[in-house]
């Protein structure tokens, strides 16, 4: 199958700063990728969908200002909080499709663990 | 619009009990159907998917079986294991892809 590298896996920042994370596609290209949040016990929520060469597409609700996304790369899309404050703590997911249609299987990163103090 | 409703946790069970999830989808024409499980601190890996309708996924002795009749794509596993203890997600894509709320499975010794 499919590989999506995510890193960092666990980031601990202070409040006020910004963090990068970063998804890779590794054995394939991903015009598209897809960026979820997953708070505790809770199931995964769509953030944006990142496409690579153009803006991402952001979900209703989501600060686009906050959360801000690079896809530079057939291969790698790149999620950056700014600012970041303690409410922005959670568990971060990529995930990419093969040939980037969003109807078919996905394959996700390993989650990054962000810790906001 | 298209959506995926998955049985909701949290499920607990004795080791070698039976596992039923259930899942059914709403989605026009006629998606793929996916699980996928998630263990503590980690991102989503597949476990099985099908592909079109009376398919039946498996892996790691799970199975599901695409049921278009009943718009299903129950989860089973005739004897589960402390290991699988995980959060599980029922997935289909339609004009994108769309997750079940996930059902959180512990197994108990």
């Known amino acids: 199958g499919a590989v999506v590298s995510q890193h960092p896996s666990w980031v601990i920042c202070k409040s006020g700063t910004s963090v990068k994370i970063e998804c890779r596609s590794l054995d394939f290209q991903a015009t598209t990728m897809f960026w979820y949040r997953q708070f505790p016990k809770q199931s995964l929520m769509l953030m944006a969908t990142s496409n690579e060469g153009s803006k991402a597409t952001y979900e209703q609700g989501v600060e686009k200002d906050k959360f801000l996304i690079n896809h530079a790369s057939l291969t790698l899309s790149t999620l950056t909080v700014t600012s970041a404050h303690p409410e922005d703590s959670s568990f971060y997911i990529c995930?990419?499709?093969?040939?980037?249609?969003?109807?078919?299987?996905?394959?996700f990163g390993q989650g990054t663990r962000l810790t906001v103090v | 619009g298209d959506s995926v409703t998955q049985m909701e946790g949290p499920v607990t069970l004795s080791e070698e009990a039976f596992l039923t999830i259930n899942c059914t989808y709403t989605?026009?024409?006629?998606?793929?159907l996916f699980w996928y499980v998630q263990y503590p601190g980690e991102g989503l890996q597949l476990l099985l998917k099908a592909t079109k309708a009376d398919d039946k996924g498996s892996n790691k002795g799970f199975e599901a079986t695409y049921r278009k009749e009943t718009t299903s794509f129950h989860l089973e596993k005739g004897s589960v294991q402390v290991s699988d203890s995980a959060v599980y997600f029922c997935?289909?894509?339609?004009?994108?892809?769309?997750f079940g709320t996930g059902t959180s499975l512990t197994v108990i010794p």
């Open positions: 995930s990419a499709h093969k040939g980037g249609a969003p109807n078919t299987e996905a394959f």
């Open positions: 989605a026009t024409g006629y998606p793929s």
């Open positions: 997935a289909a894509t339609g004009n994108q892809f769309y």
